[in-house]
């Protein structure tokens, strides 16, 4: 079982940065692949970026592509998504993702990962 906490969102306005944190309570997390998505009201579950165990193989969404950094520090259990230049279409709620059978192979699918942690609300004001 992973359990996932999410961390750093907020309020933020437009051309501002955060970093959310995603801590993992796993002995599997340096083998699993870690996903970030966000979910604006109304609107499905959206890949944002993830990475792979090694952090050899990273993918983003178009959307976020050179705006936004993930990252991971298996010592601590932990992943991040630099967030920068922000505008205000980027306001979700933004969901830490792992699967430890990805490896070599990410998948932009929400079904394609295991567990899930309960969101950070981010918000972005014009």
């Known amino acids: 079982q992973v359990q996932l906490v999410e961390s750093g969102g907020g309020l933020v306005q437009t051309g501002g940065s955060l970093t959310l944190s995603c801590a993992a309570s796993s002995r599997t997390f340096g083998t699993s692949a870690m996903a970030w998505f966000r979910q604006a009201p109304g609107k499905e579950r959206e890949f944002v970026a993830a990475i792979n165990w090694s952090g050899g193989v990273i993918l983003y969404a178009d959307s976020v592509k050179g705006r936004f950094t993930i990252s991971r520090d298996n010592a601590k259990n932990t992943v991040y998504l630099q967030m920068n230049s922000l505008n205000p279409v980027d306001t979700a709620t933004y969901y830490c993702?792992?699967?430890?059978?990805?490896?070599?192979?990410?998948?932009?699918?929400?079904?394609?990962?295991?567990?899930w942690g309960q969101g950070t609300q981010v918000t972005v004001s014009s």
């Open positions: 993702a792992a699967d430890p059978s990805q490896s070599w192979v990410l998948f932009r699918a929400a079904a394609r990962w295991g567990f």
